[in-house]
């Protein structure tokens, strides 16, 4: 079995594809950096060098202006309302969510990736695993090997999982470190509150607690990596079913570019919620965010994505076993 | 010699993948932990540290603003409303650094404002405030910017005693907070004075400032600016196009006023 991992390993560091994916990383990164840091450096221009707590109240101020305003949407009033109470919950308990540093970037990296530029990536690893030797009809020579068929798909899935994992850490050693360079490689320390709950436009705050800046991130990754996993599943199983990777990629990308237009509109269509791709924000969570439909919770999400996880992976060795290979 | 490489390669890439997988496992495994059982670490919270300063900021003089929609600047095509324009004309004055700091919500009332100053960074910043500006009442007597609907004597005498008594709240929870600032409290003009029943409304409007210079009178250091002058001939000119909030022009007019009054107080200061 390792051996058979060994070669999915060798396949796929051959294809190149990792390395592309780590030089997009390292591509994006400085662009996100540097976007942060204007932002920052433009916040202070206009404010002159304040303490955060003058910003931050500031911000919160400017958030009560704009619900007070009628014309606006009922969503977005509820979503501020719950950044607005969040924001004043760091307020009194001096707490600054956003001290400029390599770690903060890196949270708020992950926070903006995880539903659709991690799940990109992982789906330009995956999307051929299967699909190419089938296309390339070397499938044949894999299958004519003494060795049983799930054996060779599930190499191949450890092959995935290994990947994955390759793809998160370089996230977070890469935002690591080329953010720190402009924002300095402190603050991990850093006390964050976390366990809000909402519910309605209410947020509900008697489970907050607060965890240092590190397990925070540590607890971001986790889920970041099983969002990466589930949609690394359905990807798998797609390049199963389908021989060619065009179709395997147009329709994850379909699917997902779906799920974060839907996640913007679907909160009176309350079944929706049963869409793997509606449930990829998990880290939102953990910072506590207003979820898209109501009655979303983390327990809910996470056993939507497993349960979308395993059917597809039962269906990809399930045909891949059954299927006749000409 | 490449294969060498490629098989060194790959054994560091699948180590590096093996122990991030068991990372993640570990951190995933941390969140279920630290999300669902978050029930017995509640009382952790409370150790608020004391550390916010409340030392003035020697070298600037901050003004703090606060009250409704002309205080945010509603009407004014740059956003900056009179407070914006003060700053630019106190700047041009003195080389001292102007530090603005404005927490006004447009629709406040004076009930609003009182909830508000019960905020502790409100708190902190009223007592970090050089010079404090307002403008509040617009919003109770004038029901968020629709016409007086009643002109009926006795619904407005009762939303003035409520509006009298809150602002007296509001001026004493103000000096408790910050003795020195002086507060500058901008007064109502009367939008409807080009409209027909221009002589009641403005009637009304003169009497509603006229209690709350009286109210202000009362206090130390609080001034009442008046500005139902400036906008009593030409509203139409000053006004924005709602017709209630004042527009570019008529912010300039106002900060022209309060701007005139704290020159004043800072020569006094710097003799």
Redesign the interface.
């Known amino acids: 079995m390792i051996n058979l991992v060994?070669n999915e390993?060798?396949k796929l560091?051959r294809k190149k594809r990792?390395y592309v994916i780590i030089l997009i990383i390292a591509f994006l990164v400085p662009l996100f950096t540097y976007a942060q840091f204007k932002e920052i450096q433009d916040q202070r221009e206009k404010m002159?060098n304040?303490?955060w707590?003058?910003t931050?109240?500031?911000e919160?101020?400017d958030t009560?202006?704009r619900l007070?305003?009628s014309r606006i949407q009922d969503e977005w009033r509820k979503f501020l309302k719950i950044r607005l109470s969040q924001q004043?919950y760091y307020?009194?308990?001096?707490i600054d969510p956003r001290a400029p540093g390599a770690p903060t970037f890196m949270r708020i990296f992950v926070e903006n990736s995880i539903d659709l530029l991690l799940p990109l990536l992982v789906m330009v690893i995956v999307a051929d695993l299967v699909s190419s030797e089938s296309s390339g009809g070397t499938i044949k020579l894999l299958l004519t090997r003494p060795v049983k068929r799930w054996r060779i798909l599930l190499s191949k899935y450890l092959a995935m999982?290994?990947?994955i994992?390759?793809i998160?850490?370089s996230v977070a050693v890469l935002s690591y470190g080329i953010s720190g360079v402009v924002f300095g490689y402190g603050g991990w320390n850093m006390p964050l509150l976390?366990?809000f709950t909402v519910s309605g436009d209410e947020l509900l705050t008697?489970?907050?607690?607060?965890?240092p800046q590190w397990?925070y991130i540590?607890?971001?990754?986790?889920?970041?990596?099983?969002v990466c996993m589930i949609v690394g599943t359905l990807t798998f199983m797609l390049s199963v079913l389908l021989r060619s990777t065009a179709a395997v990629m147009g329709i994850m990308l379909a699917s997902l570019i779906a799920g974060a237009i839907l996640a913007n509109m679907v909160s009176s269509w309350e079944s929706a919620k049963y869409f793997f791709m509606v449930n990829l924000n998990l880290t939102n969570?953990?910072s506590g965010m207003a979820t898209p439909i109501e009655g979303m919770s983390?327990?809910f999400s996470m056993s939507v994505l497993a349960v979308w996880g395993i059917a597809g992976f039962i269906v990809a060795f399930v045909t891949f076993s059954k299927r006749d290979i000409y | 010699m490449k294969a060498v490489l490629k098989k060194y390669t790959l054994t560091v890439v699948s180590i590096v993948s093996i122990a991030a997988t068991v990372l993640w496992l570990f951190g995933l495994g941390w969140t279920l932990q630290d999300q669902f059982s978050a029930n017995k670490k509640v009382s952790q919270l409370k150790e608020k540290t004391e550390s916010t300063s409340t030392e003035k900021q020697g070298g600037t003089l901050t003004i703090f603003a606060l009250g409704d929609s002309l205080t945010r600047g509603t009407g004014d095509a740059d956003g900056k409303g009179y407070t914006g324009y003060l700053t630019e004309r106190l700047k041009e004055k003195t080389d001292q650094e102007i530090n603005l700091l404005n927490t006004a919500i447009k629709g406040e009332t004076s009930r609003g404002l009182l909830k508000q100053l019960q905020q502790s960074e409100i708190q902190r910043q009223a007592k970090q405030a050089d010079v404090i500006v307002m403008t509040i009442g617009g919003n109770d007597l004038f029901q968020q910017g629709a016409a007086l609907e009643n002109l009926d004597n006795n619904a407005i005498n009762g939303k003035k005693q409520i509006y009298i008594s809150n602002v007296k709240k509001i001026y004493t929870q103000l000096r408790e907070l910050n003795p020195e600032a002086v507060i500058y409290h901008v007064g109502l003009y009367n939008p409807f004075s080009n409209m027909p029943d221009s002589k009641t409304t403005s009637s009304i409007v003169r009497n509603w400032n006229f209690q709350s210079a009286e109210t202000a009178a009362g206090f130390d250091n609080i001034v009442y600016v008046p500005t139902f002058d400036l906008f009593q001939l030409q509203v139409e000119n000053y006004l924005y196009t709602d017709q209630f909030h004042p527009n570019t022009e008529g912010y300039k007019l106002i900060a022209e006023r309060v701007a005139s009054l704290i020159k004043f107080e800072q020569e006094e200061n710097e003799s």
């Open positions: 060994r390993m060798l560091l990792l002159g304040q303490d707590r003058t931050l109240q500031q919160i101020t009560q202006n007070s305003s004043q307020l009194e308990n001096d999982l290994l990947s994992s390759f998160v850490l976390t366990g008697e489970n907050v607690h607060i965890v397990q540590l607890m971001e990754f986790g889920l970041v990596w099983y969570y953990v983390l327990g």
